[in-house]
Nanobody, 121 residues
Framework: QVQLVESGGGLVQPGGSLRLTCLAS????????MGWYRQPPGKRRELVAR???????NYADSVKGRFTISSDNAKNTEYLQMNNLKPKDTAVYYC???????????????WGQGTQVTVSS
């Protein structure tokens, strides 16, 4: 069984920074990509950033230049550095990974439980 666990959310003032961490654990053979999604109050879940196993990244336009996604493949961990946070960044942030479990030939989307980020003065 595979688990994704996020940490690092919290309350921050506008202009502040937070770093989210996601650790993937369990019977993992390969991780093909990892990403961060968010769901603002009353809205649909949306992509924030993704990183491929080779390091290729892509970002939502709303966070370009402010957020940076990175990963440590040896530790099955990804990070989201969020700078110059704005109230519109308030959301539950979810970790996502495309994982191939050990002794299988298929891959699937795994999700964390979410961590709350609130940007408010």
């Amino acid at each position: 069984q595979v688990q994704l666990v996020e940490s690092g959310g919290g309350l921050v003032q506008p202009g502040g920074s937070l770093r989210l961490t996601c650790l993937a654990s369990g019977s993992i053979s390969s991780i093909y990509a990892m990403g961060w999604y968010r769901q603002p109050p009353g809205k649909r879940r949306e992509l924030v950033a993704r990183i491929g196993s080779g390091g290729t990244t892509n970002y939502a336009d709303s966070v370009k230049g402010r957020f940076t996604i990175s990963s440590d493949n040896a530790k099955n961990t990804e990070y989201l550095q969020m700078n110059n946070l704005k109230p519109k960044d308030t959301a539950v942030y979810y970790c996502n990974a495309i994982i191939r479990p050990v002794d299988t030939l298929y891959s699937y989307d795994a999700w964390g439980q979410g961590t709350q980020v609130t940007v408010s003065s």
